[in-house]
């Protein structure tokens, strides 16, 4: 653990959390949008995301390059503030997914003074989901997916941009349609989304995260039903996994510890600091 009790795991940090709060509402966070929280680059740089996009695609011909957030930084006072550019999965792969990622923090702390500076940092968005009886929803993805396949991971995505004026709103709806899309479980069954927090997946050239607290009215045969019968992303795992919310204690030793993906990882290390309440 580290001096402040945490567990420490290579894979993944904490950014921040929101423990003094238990978690915060959306009406506690606010978002700075702006084209001076981008990605640096050169012409070079370029050529590298445009070669390492072109033999991707030829690979995978359904990559879809979408849009994301980029996490810049963050300020607490007097509201919690995230400082958002905008980037893309194209951008992601060249830089936090390229073989060059160690290179770019290198030059990105030399050049700009932050190891980031040249990543693309596309900010994902996770969730604890807790069900009526207490179990904590996990789901195992596919071999097929681009990153952690076969892993133990809780629901979660990358929110594309659509309304630069509710940008704080997209993120906080952004979680509930994943679970929706994800395990299948209606957004009328999901209590209100509470921060937690936000972890770095160290993986991916610590690549940023969201992690949030959900409670969800329904119980775990309910979820495991809905499930089965497969929500939009049903392709994307193929199974459901449940936890009890008491014994969601892991550390570094738990044989399931080692089967979770860093963001997963994340979200449990914040779920035991923050000890979010149950609205």
């Known amino acids: 653990a580290d001096k402040n009790g945490w567990m420490t795991d290579p894979e993944v940090s904490l950014l ?3 423990a003094a709060w238990r978690g915060l509402r959306q009406s506690h966070v606010r978002v700075e949008l702006s084209e001076r929280y981008n990605r640096q680059t050169d012409a070079a ?3 590298h995301i445009e070669e390492v996009w072109t033999a991707r695609v030829s690979k995978e011909p359904w990559l879809f390059d979408g849009a994301k957030f980029r996490l810049h930084s963050t300020a607490s006072a007097p509201l919690l503030t995230l400082r958002l550019g905008l ?13 060059r ?24 968005v996770g969730a604890v989901v807790c069900t009526g009886d207490g179990q904590v929803v996990f789901i195992r993805r596919s071999q097929e997916v681009a990153e952690a396949g076969g892993k133990l991971d809780l629901p979660g995505g990358h929110p594309e941009p659509k309304n630069s004026e509710a940008v704080v709103a997209e ?3 952004s979680i509930c349609a994943e679970i ?36 969800c009215s329904l119980s775990s045969d309910k ?19 449940f ?7 892991l550390d570094g030793s738990s044989p399931l510890w080692q089967e979770m993906c860093p963001s997963a990882k994340g979200a449990v290390l914040l779920f035991q600091t923050v000890k979010p309440k149950q609205l």
């Open 101 to 124: 990622a160690v290179e770019l923090h290198k030059r990105g702390e030399a050049e700009f003074g932050s190891s980031q500076a040249l990543l693309a940092q596309p900010l994902g």
């Open 16 to 18: 921040l959390h929101c």
């Open 87 to 99: 980037t893309s999965y194209k951008d992601y792969l060249g830089t936090n997914w390229s073989s």
């Open 45 to 47: 740089l370029q050529r």
């Open 171 to 173: 993120l906080f709806s």
């Open 243 to 249: 936890l009890s919310r008491e014994t969601l204690r």
């Open 223 to 241: 979820i495991r039903e809905l499930y089965w019968k497969g929500g939009a992303e049903a392709n994307e795992s193929t199974d459901i996994v």
């Open 180 to 215: 929706r899309d994800e395990v299948n479980i209606p957004l009328s069954s999901l209590g209100e989304p509470l921060l937690m927090g936000m972890i770095l997946n160290h993986t991916s050239a610590g690549r940023p995260s969201a992690e949030f607290y959900i409670s």
